[in-house]
């Protein structure tokens, strides 16, 4: 505890060991008091029950959901078959609607994308196919646009 003297004539405080007021140099001091304690002043908030930290949500493996089978799955389905059918056997008009199925197939399906890739693919396939033998039996190209350059 520290203690500190008053000088009398000016009123200021002084050390202890001070001969002389540091303030106005006089040499009378008054009885020596306890400084005045500094108490810290802990305001200590009323107590509250603290909630108990809330445990995380265990972790649950996310499910992958099972992609319904949907009409536009079967739409991809339809697609693929009528292409390969106006590909290779009969009703090569069913390359157009192929194509259709399949790109409606590839964007609203949930499965089967390589597969509306593919009836996609083979439907114009065979639409180019179909379209030059067409031409040339029309004799719209002639049969030098559809043989090689060193053939002749
Ligand atoms: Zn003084």
Known sequence: ???MKKCLNCGSENKNENAFCSV????????????P??????????????????????????VPAKKPFG??????ILG????LVGLFSIWVVLEPLAVIASVIGFFKG?????????????SIIAFIIILFQTLYNGNIIG??????ALNH
């Open 37 to 62: 304690e500094e108490i810290p002043v802990h305001v200590m908030p009323p107590q509250q029950p603290v909630p108990p930290p809330m445990a995380p949500p265990p972790y649950i493996r996310p």
């Open 110 to 122: 949930s499965r089967f994308k390589g597969l509306a890739a593919a009836g996609i693919v083979i």
């Open 143 to 148: 049969k030098w646009a559809i043989e090689g």
């Open 24 to 35: 106005c140099g006089g040499a009378s001091f008054a009885e020596p008091t306890a400084a």
């Open 80 to 83: 693929f078959v009528s292409s």
């Open 1 to 3: 505890m520290k203690y």
């Open 71 to 76: 009409i536009f799955d079967v739409l991809t």
